[in-house]
C-alpha cells in the first residue's frame, strides 16, 4: 500500500499529518468578478498611490532636457525680431534718442522745405537741438523760430525732451592750416596788414 502524499505546509515543508485526520476543505472564492473589473481597480488605486508618494518627494536630480512652454505665450517662446529689438530698445533706454532721431528724419515737414534746404539737424544731447544752416541769413531765421520748433518737438515726442534748439552758422575758414602755421599768430591780419 502507498502513502498519499503529504500537504506542504506554508513553510513549505510537508506537514505531518495525523494517520485518521482529514483535510479541510478550501474557503469558497472571494467575489469573484469573471469580468476582472475588481482586479484593476484594485491595480489602479495601488499605482496612484505609488504616482502620489512620487510627486511628494523632491526631486533630486536637476534636470537637463529643455523645458517645454506651457500654454501660453513666455520668454521661452520664440520671438519676432520687432519684439526682441524693443526690448533691447527699452532696456538700454534708447527709445528718446530714436524717437527723436525719427522725427528729425522729417526735418523738412517740421520746418518748411524752403528752411530745410538751407539747414540740417546735427545732434542731439542732454535736450538740447544742434542746427547747422548754410549761411548766418538762415541761421538768424531758424533761430527766430526755434521757440515754436521747441514746442512742435515736444508736442510730438513728450514734455521736456527738447529743452532748447542751437542754431550754429556755417563753419568760418580756418586760418590754422598747412605747416608753416604759427600756433599763438594773429591769422590772416599779418598777412593782409
Known sequence: MTEPPAEASASGVPAEEPAGARPEPLPPPVDHDPTGLGLAKSIAESLGAQTRRRRRQPERRQRT???ASGAHPDDRDPQT???AMNR???SKGWSTEI????LLVRWPALVGPTNAAHSTPVSYRDAVLTVRADSSVWASSLRSMAPQLVAILNDKLGDGTVARVHVQGPDAPSWKKGRLSVRDGRGPRDTYG
Open 65 to 67: 532636457e529643455p523645458q
Open 81 to 83: 525680431l520687432a519684439a
Open 88 to 90: 533691447l530698445v527699452d
Open 99 to 102: 524717437s527723436v532721431h525719427t
